[in-house]
């Protein structure tokens, strides 16, 4: 809703009385564009076509077929009722109508017999009140947009140091990352096994970007080396993973900064293998962190299709089936479902072809989050979830 | 007969209705609209068919409209009948039915009145 938008506001009159739609629309004059449904399955249908455009829901509690408390169901679970806001209209006085109104998220309720400048007020201020919030939201979103921008630009550039010491493009950093993200979406539409929320997976695939940070204590001869590494080369090589961590461990002032936290885990955790023969630690399974298991994998995928001094560069198709194949190492085998489900999207999402959806989305999921967790907090009801899932990741 | 003498006919407050729809031009073009509403239609056919949620909904609309319109007399029957068929069929919505049919009659001739007056003018 634009307060700039020269175009009236359009508000929608749920009611089965056609007088009392009449009064209400009369009551609100030409200031607005008036839609009308005479009960609730018929209002259904022309939210589903025009939520968005509408700025304010005029709702009737007693209709036949569906009744308001059935529209704000609905609207609850489509989660419009959201950015909607409804104002219930009923000759019901009781509290319990009442409160079951506002459980369900109405922003007002209005009871007859209704007074046409009470009517019109209550409207104004209610459409203003949501314009206004929706005005706020919209610069969080910006604000927490180039917040993450900005830390990701200047984890990417010390990152790229690191990278360039490798030989390497600076472009392995890009796809790790957007590899990791893309797996961690499908992971999360696969199950709910690991409860990752949108904050956790901005987190891990900026993260992501610090997994090799290790490697600038590795002798660029070594990373450099063209043919066959000897044991004792290798051995110095796969110290990095746990220099990267132990790096990340001695930052005395972030070391419990969360993203520190999950870049501990890939650094030390990202060439472990799901059947324990990985290193340095030979984790099993879920002991090894979801992050890590996602960036190893991440990190597998773009070595294979990149051009590396000792190897040539895999197309694509060739790729994955060689990690599906098992051939790079076992993978968590819900894992493999996940790349099954991405492989097809991934080369144009690692040209830059396509960008995620998450570029913009993200952050805008990232404030609902977050809003959402404040009103939970303001309400008592998430300070004991929130408490537990603290303890979880200690 | 003015407007003011159709509600005091009617039983209702002229003066209340007026003050919340901001004068007499919105009253008279929703009280002339009364005589077309279905309500009354739909409570009479659903008594009839002992279809009590049916009538349940009829009843508390007219209720609504009273509300709305100030028509206190018809707006009191209406809202007892409501309750006495909240939760279905009870007792005392046979004379409380009455009651509002004979209100709702007493309401509408007066209306009918009026009408036949502001056209005759």
């Known amino acids: ?394 | 007969m003015t407007l003011e003498a159709c509600y005091a006919a009617l039983g209702g407050d002229y003066k209340d209705v007026c003050g919340r729809l901001c004068g007499e031009r919105l009253v008279k073009k929703f009280v002339l609209k009364f005589l077309d509403d279905p309500s009354f239609g739909l409570l009479r056919d659903a008594m009839e068919a002992q279809n009590w949620g049916e009538a349940f909904r009829a009843a508390h609309t007219i209720k609504g409209m009273c509300l709305n319109l100030s028509f206190t007399r018809l707006g009191t029957s209406s809202s007892a009948l409501c309750e006495a068929l909240r939760h279905g069929y009870t007792p005392e919505a046979e004379p409380l039915f009455r009651q509002t049919v004979e209100d709702y009659e007493a309401t509408a001739a007066a209306i009918r009145a009026f009408r036949t007056e502001e056209e005759g003018a």
């Not at chain 1, 009871?111 to 019109?120: E, G, Y």
């Not at chain 1, 630690?281 to 002991?287: A, I, N, Q, W, Y």
């Not at chain 1, 098992?326 to 830059?352: H, I, Q, Y």
């Open chain 1, 1 to 394: 809703m634009d307060l700039r938008d020269s175009q009236k506001q359009k508000i929608l009159i749920v009611d089965d009385s056609e007088m009392n739609r009449a009064i209400l629309a009369e009551m609100l004059g030409d200031n607005y564009d008036i839609i009308e449904a005479e009960d609730g399955e018929k209002a259904i249908p022309i939210l589903q076509e025009a939520a968005s455009e509408l700025s304010l829901v005029l709702l009737d509690v007693v209709m036949p077929y569906m009744d308001g408390f059935g529209v704000l169901k609905v609207m609850n679970q489509r989660r419009w009722i959201e950015e909607l806001p409804v104002i219930m209209i009923s000759a019901e006085k009781g509290p319990t109508q009442i409160e079951r109104a506002y459980e369900l998220g109405v922003a007002d309720f209005i009871t007859r017999p209704f007074d046409a400048l009470i009517v019109r007020r209550r409207v104004v201020n209610t459409i203003l009140l949501y314009a206004k919030q929706k005005k706020l939201i919209n610069m969080v979103e910006e604000q927490i947009y180039e917040k993450e921008r900005h830390s990701n630009m200047m984890i990417d550039i010390l990152s790229h140091i690191v990278e360039f010491r490798n030989g390497e493009s600076g472009q392995h950093i890009v796809h790790v990352r957007v590899l990791t993200e893309a797996m961690l979406r499908a992971l999360v539409a696969k199950t709910d096994r690991y409860p990752l929320t949108q904050v956790d997976i901005a987190l891990i695939s900026t993260a992501s970007a610090l997994h090799d940070v290790g490697k600038i204590a590795i002798d660029e001869d070594i990373l450099n080396k063209p043919g066959k590494l000897t044991d004792v080369e290798f051995a110095t090589m796969k110290a990095h993973s746990l220099v990267g961590a132990e790096m990340l461990d001695n930052l005395s002032t972030y070391r419990e900064e969360p993203l520190v936290k999950t870049a501990y885990e890939i650094c030390r955790w990202h060439h472990e293998r799901w059947d324990g023969r990985g290193y340095p630690d030979g984790l099993v399974g879920d002991e090894i962190p979801i992050s890590a298991q996602i960036v190893a994998l991440a990190d597998v995928y773009d070595a294979l299709t990149s051009e590396r001094c000792y190897k040539k560069a895999f197309p694509h198709d060739v790729a994955v089936e060689m990690i599906l194949n098992g051939e790079c190492g076992t993978f968590n085998p819900l894992l493999m479902d996940c790349l099954r489900s991405v492989a097809p999207s991934l080369p144009k999402l690692l040209s830059g072809e396509w960008t995620m959806a998450s570029a913009w989305e993200a952050p805008k999921e990232l404030t609902r989050e977050i809003l959402r967790q404040e009103e939970l907090a303001q309400s008592g009801v998430f300070s004991q979830e929130g408490g537990h899932k603290e303890e979880e990741r200690k």
